[in-house]
C-alpha cells in the first residue's frame, strides 16, 4: 500500500519560506514521478511544481517559478517543496502526488494531475499580509 505523506505548513508572514516535505511509502520510490498540486479556498486544484524519476527535468507553474524549488532524495524516500519569497496568494493546501512508472517525464505530462497514481492528504499553508 502506497502511503504519501506530507509535513512542514504553517503560518508564515509575506516575504517568509518554508519547506514541504513528502514521504513515500510501500514502493520503490526512484519509479515515481512526483509533483505538488495546491488548492485554495473555492478554487480549483493547480499544478505548482514536479520532478521526474531522475530529478533531471523539472516543471513550475508561471506563478511560482523562481521562488519555489522542488527536490528529491531517493535515499530518504522524500521530495521537497523549498518555498521562498512567499506571497498571500500562495495561501492553499498544498498536496503532493506520485506517479507510478510514469509514461513520459516531460513537463507537459508531470504538470496534469490525472497522470498521478497516488495522493497525500495535504498540509496547510497560510501566507499572512
Known amino acids: 500500500q502506497v502511503q504519501l505523506v506530507e509535513s512542514g505548513g504553517g503560518l508564515v508572514q509575506a516575504g517568509g519560506s518554508l519547506r514541504l516535505s513528502c514521504a513515500v511509502s510501500?514502493?520503490?520510490?526512484?519509479?515515481?514521478?512526483m509533483g505538488w498540486f495546491r488548492q485554495a479556498p473555492g478554487e480549483e486544484r493547480v499544478f505548482v511544481a514536479a520532478?521526474?524519476?531522475?530529478?533531471?527535468?523539472?516543471a513550475y507553474s508561471d506563478s511560482v517559478k523562481g521562488r519555489f524549488t522542488i527536490a528529491r532524495d531517493d535515499a530518504k524516500n522524500t521530495m521537497y517543496l523549498q518555498m521562498n519569497s512567499l506571497k498571500p496568494e500562495d495561501t492553499a493546501v498544498y498536496y503532493c502526488a506520485a506517479d507510478y512508472l510514469p509514461y513520459s517525464s516531460s513537463g507537459y505530462y508531470l504538470k496534469r494531475d490525472e497522470n498521478y497514481d497516488y495522493w497525500g492528504q495535504g498540509t496547510q499553508v497560510t501566507v499572512s499580509s
Open positions: 520532478i521526474s524519476r531522475s530529478g533531471g527535468n523539472t
Open positions: 510501500g514502493r520503490t520510490f526512484s519509479n515515481f514521478a
